[in-house]
């Protein structure tokens, strides 16, 4: 192992077991993003080439997309009750739009999310809402997935297929 490796391995067991921040403000991400560009230029051999190349040489992916990724997994958990979670107000699905027969390839799967309408930023940024268009899109295979390691496997060909892993 190089030396520059060890420095790599412990800056990302330090940003990997951190409380997972979610800032919602442009300012704030691009201010933690910037923590594993500086991480990534640590190794020598790589230090010249660009922030996404450097990603995909070391197999990792943007702290934005890790924290989108997290959420879904957080949120398939609590739908599944892998989580327990005491909501003040229960997830609304949208089952009204959901249909049986051929229709239901166009509307999506059922359990896609409603996402509520808020004036606050606390609740625009709740993770009902921050999860709730990507949820939506995925494939009902995904969604009905029966265990977690096989929706983490679907979701991540899910991301992979529309390039939103190294964004």
């Given amino acids: 192992m190089f030396a520059d490796d060890a420095t790599l391995s412990f800056s990302e067991i330090d940003l990997e077991t951190a409380i997972n921040p979610f800032p919602h403000r442009r300012a704030d ?3 933690i993003e910037n923590i594993q560009r500086r991480a990534t230029k640590l190794v020598g051999r790589i230090r010249d080439r660009s922030y996404q190349e450097r990603l995909a040489i070391l197999n990792l992916t943007t702290l934005e997309s890790r924290r989108s990724r997290g959420d879904l997994i957080s949120h398939y958990k609590i739908a599944n009750g892998l989580l327990d979670v005491n909501w003040l107000a229960s997830t609304k699905l ?3 739009i959901a249909c049986h027969g051929p229709a239901n390839a166009i509307r999506g799967h059922k ?3 409603f996402v509520q309408l808020s004036n606050c930023p ?3 940024n709740f993770l ?3 999860v ?3 949820w939506n899109n995925l ?3 995904t969604v009905s997935a029966r265990t977690l390691n096989s929706f983490k496997a679907r979701l991540d060909i899910y991301l992979v297929r529309t390039n939103t892993t190294t964004t």
């Fill in 29 to 31: 991400v691009r201010i």
């Fill in 94 to 96: 949208m089952s009204s």
């Fill in 111 to 113: 359990k896609r999310l």
């Fill in 122 to 124: 606390a609740r625009t």
């Fill in 128 to 130: 009902n809402n921050r």
């Fill in 132 to 134: 709730a268009s990507t």
């Fill in 139 to 141: 494939a009902s295979s």
